[in-house]
């Protein structure tokens, strides 16, 4: 008998959560330890549980999972995290997988469709839609420039503005509550998909969008 897996749901709907927790919970090797209607009470159940499988709500009153995803992947480096989502998943792989998330479903998928994506993180396996794989997924590991759009997430705004503004690293990494070492990871993520490798380049390429009032996300 395959070992039975932890499951920790984060979802601001508990309708919706409940109707997860009964589909898992038709296997014998899934058991949903703990559902979590906010950020604090997600982070504390894997903190305390270490599950083997989170399923995360990508868009939550708190904001969107990076942050949260983030703090799960530091304090549970084992749990495999799913992130559930509304949107479009293809434009979210990227920064997904770099903040060590294990894969993203659409909220509209099927009960088979989950398993699948489960049993496959057991063997060690990704699964992605074919048609992520028919429109181009392959663009999503390169830096992309597009009109100025440099796609950074919410997170990344905020830290660029703040390095702008002349505050420092550690200081940003407080108000985020992520590590010294985090804000050297984003920043990482952030030259790419500016195209520069310098702190100067960097603030000179994303102040010149601001004042242009071009978006640097979609």
Do not use: C
Not at 192 to 213: N, Y
């Amino acid at each position: 008998m395959r070992k039975v897996w932890r499951v920790v749901i984060i979802d601001s709907h508990p309708t919706s959560m409940l109707g997860t927790k009964l589909i898992l919970e038709e296997r014998e090797d899934l058991r949903v330890t703990g559902m979590a209607s906010n950020w604090d009470e997600g982070l504390m159940l894997v903190v305390e549980q270490q599950p083997e499988l989170v399923l995360l709500d990508y868009q939550m009153p708190e904001g969107t999972a990076e942050t949260l995803l983030e703090k799960l992947t530091h304090s549970s480096p084992s749990s495999h995290i799913i992130i559930l989502t509304d949107t479009d998943g293809i434009k979210l792989l990227h920064s997904v997988v770099n903040l060590g998330g294990s894969g993203i479903l659409s909220k509209q998928a099927s009960a088979a469709q989950l398993m699948l994506m489960i049993d496959a993180l057991r063997e060690g396996l990704a699964t992605l839609p074919m048609d992520w794989l028919k429109n181009g997924i392959w663009q999503v590991q390169t830096p992309v420039v597009d009109g100025g759009l440099y796609h950074l997430t919410d997170t990344e705004i905020f830290i660029m503005e703040r390095i702008v503004q002349g505050i420092t690293y550690d200081k940003i990494a407080t108000e985020i509550a992520v590590s010294r070492r985090s804000i050297d990871n984003y920043l990482r993520k952030i030259y790419v998909k500016l195209g520069v490798s310098t702190r100067a380049q960097a603030i000179e390429k994303f102040a010149l969008t601001s004042r242009q009032k071009s978006p640097v996300f979609s």
